[in-house]
């Protein structure tokens, strides 16, 4: 059982680049969310799903696209990338609601726009 | 829209001893859940506890446990008999019990270090 995969767990890029950050879980999770690490700010959310086909904004959406086709897969696409975009990356899954909400993370992708 | 405070950026604690990391929060909500994250060096986050609000008693897991004080709305963890491997980054999170897209939010974390 992998749990959440996230692809790459580092990647370096150039201003103006685009990328996507990939992420896969195996636990049938009706929610999945992308976060983003910053030294001093805690994680804040960027766009969260909670079903195939179902997409929303989070706390710091700006710069960041996302879709979700399938049950498993959340991808993460980074359109033009900025210094400010330097940042450590965490998908992560849940089921909605009721009694068990516990988030399961991948392990992070830091990513460096130079 | 919740908030979670983690007022202490840094603590530390000598190996053995006992540390109590802080944690309030902010909510209109009266069903909820806390977590207690923490973060190693390895960039894994790793769920320490969780207490649902509902719940009066005070989860504990092994040298973890929390005071859970809801009217006050503070949610701090208690390590007992501290190792050098809890050194990490400790998030405390807060998510809705029953409002399926709601998202957990973060505190801004706390940097534990222990001393040998």
């Known amino acids: 059982n992998a749990g959440v995969t996230q692809t790459p767990k580092f990647q370096v890029l150039k201003t103006g680049q685009s990328m996507t950050l990939q992420c896969a879980q195996d636990?049938?999770?009706?929610?999945m969310s992308w976060y983003r690490q910053d030294p001093g700010m805690g994680l804040r959310l960027i766009h969260y799903?909670?079903?195939?086909?179902?997409?929303d904004q989070g706390e710091v959406p700006n710069g960041y696209n996302v879709s979700r086709s399938t049950t498993e897969d959340f991808p993460l696409r980074l359109l033009s990338a900025a210094p400010s975009q330097t940042s450590v990356y965490f998908c992560?899954?849940?089921?909605?609601?009721?009694?068990?909400?516990?988030?399961?993370f991948g392990q992070g992708t830091r990513l460096t726009v130079v | 829209a919740q908030t979670v405070t983690q007022s202490q950026p840094e603590m530390s604690v000598q190996e053995a001893e006992t540390v109590t990391l802080s944690c309030t929060y902010d909510?209109?909500?009266?069903?909820?859940?806390l977590f207690w994250y923490k973060q190693p060096p390895s960039r894994q986050m790793i769920l320490v506890i969780r207490?649902?609000?509902?719940?009066?008693q005070n989860a504990t897991e092994n040298r973890f446990s929390v005071n859970f004080q809801k009217a006050a709305k503070s949610f701090s963890l208690k390590i007992s008999d501290s190792q050098l491997g809890d050194a990490a980054m400790y998030f405390c999170?807060?998510?809705?019990?029953?409002?399926?897209?709601?998202?957990?939010?973060f505190g801004k974390g706390t940097r534990l270090s222990v001393i040998a």
């Open positions: 999170a807060y998510r809705s019990l029953y409002s399926g897209n709601t998202p957990l939010v």
């Open positions: 799903s909670v079903g195939a086909g179902i997409t």
């Open positions: 909510t209109s909500e009266s069903d909820y859940y």
């Open positions: 992560a899954s849940s089921y909605v609601g009721g009694l068990n909400t516990e988030a399961f």
């Open positions: 636990m049938n999770h009706e929610y």
């Open positions: 207490q649902e609000a509902y719940k009066q």
